[in-house]
Nanobody
Framework: QLHLVESGGGLVQPGESLRLSCAIS????????ISWFRQALGKEREEVSC????????IYADSVKGRVSTSRDNVKKMVYLQLDDLKPEDTAVYFC?????????????????WGQGTQVTVSS
């Protein structure tokens, strides 16, 4: 069974950066696209990004374009979300999620496995 554990969240000031990590176990990482989602208190879950098994990247959230990137190290079984120039509106619980496929054509497959999330709080 594929298992995901996020880490790297915390309290930061506006303008700072964070790198979130997603540790993958129980599966061959390159076989699975990994997405990052976030959910702020009282708001719907928002998809931030996706990275295919071989590293193709999609950024979905307009609010983070230009400030976020995702990468993966399949040897270390890790996926990362780099968040730069953080804003208070980036405050949310961030989740990584894995699909059962690496990609579907030019699109990111939908996730079926979820981590527990890591809290990111941006405040001065």
């Amino acid at each position: 069974q594929l298992h995901l554990v996020e880490s790297g969240g915390g309290l930061v000031q506006p303008g700072e950066s964070l790198r979130l990590s997603c540790a993958i176990s129980g599966a061959t990482p390159s076989y699975h696209a990994i997405s990052w989602f976030r959910q702020a208190l009282g708001k719907e879950r928002e998809e931030v990004s996706c990275i295919g098994g071989a590293g193709t990247m999609w950024i979905y959230a307009d609010s983070v374009k230009g400030r976020v990137s995702t990468s993966r190290d399949n040897v270390k079984k890790m996926v990362y979300l780099q968040l730069d120039d953080l804003k208070p509106e980036d405050t949310a619980v961030y989740f990584c999620a894995a699909a059962s496929q690496a990609r579907i054509g030019s699109t990111c497959p939908r996730p079926v496995f979820w981590g527990q999330g890591t809290q990111v709080t941006v405040s001065s």
